[in-house]
């Protein structure tokens, strides 16, 4: 307990409860600071005033009220030993308060009167008990005074039982089977209603703790993602510094890999046109370190018609990415209800399809050919200067457009 | 807003500019600011940088610039918070929108909120100054994905019964410049594929940005939504 800590700070002296070394709610030890006694007089003043038809209990409780918790306290850690003399303290209130009730009659009946006492004191330190939660809040209390909270707790709830028990039982005696019944519902309810901060605080922990564990879980997610793919990738790309080719290559999988993960967490790859044409874009950046832009319009189921057209597709993209050098390819779809038009674009050297040697294959079978047996079409223009464009068009006899 | 965008190509300040574009790059990324500074090169002025929305707002007020780079997601509320607060106070600067993101409703947004173009940020450093001298000289930059998404858009509208306006119809011009901007052409590519002029393509691209900003707001939301639940 920190006994040289004054609140006489400023110029005005205030009266203020302490929290640290306190018994109670700090009253005593406020008044002593303030007076500059001992705490101990205090306290032996309050009890005597207390055998004195009560005064010192109802001074103790308007200083209780009026009196503001010391500000400067907050940063002072909690006192775990006073759980214990708070209990006996209150102990020895009660029966100090009992005894004078007895001694002078008071018009109550004693024998009501002490169950009052007691189930009074029960709740007082049940309730005591959310308050007492929310400053645990502000100091960042670790999980070691919940053992002290939850004898607080069966101390209050032993002490209502009892009252309430004795309320009914005892000094009323009332008849028989249903007095016990009733005394039994009686002791329930009190139980019920005192232990409510406590299974109010049960909730609130439960649900702090549920979030917490699915925050946890998503965090792990992420930080395993990272880890399988981007930190990964990082190491790679170190191996990688004299190749610029490969480092491009690296740094553009992972992007396309990690925007599906951020953009499209849901996409099922391959199912319609638009992530056909953006998985065969994506081998071909892959197998051949080329930057291809694919930009869809529209999308469909896949059937065989547009198969032929994504491997017509990716042929066309492999030829551009082959003799196309560095410059960007761009892939444009437009899947429309009666036809699916596609476009390949580079801004390579160019050629002139004509004198494509009858050997060089690629071309002519895997993106002429395969749409003409389709039932499709292409077109092959191209340029000195201005690149290669092919134009894929396959029309499409159901109408299945999404 | 529009109108004045409308009639800024022929202020005496767009057909009057002289010495280099100047410039205020706004991005949260200070490694990507000083990466766009060096590519940009000398083809450009950046006369300012900000980092959040709040900071953008300020250093576009003091400096005017003539384009601000602006990327979609930004702390404190986004490109979009910056448009709304200096678009209708500055008419006079201009916005081209710069995002990692393809994400279909980030792009429609900042479109529909003021920018006059929208690239992505793998876009090449010669490209990039090209695109904003374009803009600071009152066109419109279309980026292939973007003119996609507009192509897809209002094909989506067309569907819906309730398309009357000519707000919520491309005409088969503006479809047939899209459709070619889509496949990678440049302008001028694209001038010479239809056999019309540069500038004409150029009125096509402004006119369609126009109908999506103005085009309506149910609509283009709901394609937007529904593309990235694709």
């Known amino acids: 307990m920190n006994d040289t800590t004054t609140p006489a700070a400023g110029p005005v002296a205030r009266l203020y409860r302490r929290s640290d070394g306190r018994v109670l709610a700090g009253v005593a030890r406020g008044l002593a600071d303030h007076l500059g006694v001992d705490v101990l007089y205090v306290r032996l003043a309050f009890v005597v005033l207390a055998a004195a038809s009560g005064a010192g209990v109802v001074a103790y409780g308007l200083f209780w009220l009026f009196a503001p918790q010391d500000p400067y306290e907050a940063a002072q850690p909690r006192d775990r030993e006073r759980d214990l003399t708070m209990l006996l303290a209150l102990g020895s209130l009660t029966v100090g308060g009992l005894l004078l009730l007895a001694a002078l009659g008071l018009g109550l009946n004693p024998g009501l009167a002490v169950p009052l006492v007691t189930v009074g004191v029960g709740v007082v330190i049940l309730w005591r008990q959310v308050d007492d939660d929310a400053r645990e809040r502000w100091r960042q209390a670790t999980g070691t005074d919940r053992v002290g909270g939850a004898a607080r707790a069966a101390g209050g709830i032993a002490l209502v039982v009892v009252g309430a028990g004795a309320i009914l039982v005892g000094p009323a005696n009332l008849d028989g089977t249903s007095g016990g019944l009733v005394a039994a519902i009686v002791v329930a309810l009190g139980i019920a209603l005192v232990s409510g901060p406590w299974w109010m605080r049960m909730a609130r922990d439960l649900t702090a703790e549920r979030n917490a564990r699915i925050r946890e879980q998503e965090r792990a997610e992420v930080a395993a993602h990272v880890h399988d793919s981007v930190l990964h990738t990082l190491t790679l790309i170190q191996r990688h510094v004299d190749n610029p080719r490969e480092v491009g290559r690296l740094a553009r999988s992972q992007e396309r890999e990690l925007r599906g993960w951020l953009y499209r967490p849901t996409a099922t790859a391959g199912a319609t046109m638009t992530s056909a044409l953006e998985q065969a874009a994506a081998e071909v950046e892959d197998a051949h370190g080329v930057a291809i832009e694919v930009v869809v319009v529209g999308d469909s189921a896949l059937d065989d018609r547009l198969l032929a057209v994504r491997d017509a597709a990716r042929e066309a993209l492999v030829n551009a990415a082959k003799y196309a050098g560095d410059s960007a390819i761009s892939v444009y779809a437009e899947v429309e209800p009666d036809q699916v038009t596609v476009f390949v674009r580079d801004r390579g050297p160019g050629f002139d399809p004509d004198t494509v040697p009858a050997d060089r294959l690629g071309l002519r079978q895997s993106v002429v050919g395969r749409m003409d047996r389709h039932g499709g079409r292409s077109t092959i223009r191209s340029g000195a200067g201005d690149g290669t464009e092919i134009q894929l068009e396959m029309p499409r006899d159901q109408r299945s457009t999404t | ?230």
């Open chain 2, 1 to 230: 807003m529009t109108d004045d965008q409308r009639s800024e190509p022929t202020s005496p300040q767009a057909a009057s500019r002289s010495g280099p574009v100047r410039v205020v790059l706004v991005d949260d990324h200070r490694m990507f600011r000083s990466g766009v500074r060096a590519e940009l090169g000398d083809a450009v002025e950046v006369v300012g940088e900000a980092e959040d929305a709040e900071q953008a707002v300020t250093v576009i007020t003091a400096t005017r610039p003539d384009v601000v780079l602006l990327d979609v997601h930004l702390p404190g509320g986004g490109g979009r918070a910056v448009l709304s607060a200096v678009v209708g106070q500055l008419p006079d600067v201009r916005f081209l929108a710069l995002s990692v993101s393809d994400a279909p409703e980030d792009v429609i947004a900042v479109i529909r909120g003021g920018a006059r173009g929208y690239v992505t940020k793998s876009i090449t450093g010669p490209e990039l100054a090209a695109a904003v001298r374009r803009v600071a000289d009152g066109d419109v930059v279309f980026s292939p994905r973007l003119a996609g998404f507009v192509l897809d858009a209002f094909a989506a509208t067309t569907d819906v019964a309730t398309v009357d306006e000519d707000l919520d119809r491309l005409s088969q011009r503006e479809r047939e410049v899209l459709r070619l901007i889509a496949r990678g052409y440049t302008y001028k590519e694209v001038g010479k594929a239809l056999f019309i002029s540069v500038k004409t393509v150029e009125t096509h691209v402004s006119a369609v940005l126009r109908k999506l900003q103005l085009s309506n707001r149910h609509e283009l939301t709901r394609w937007a939504n529904a593309r990235r639940l694709v």
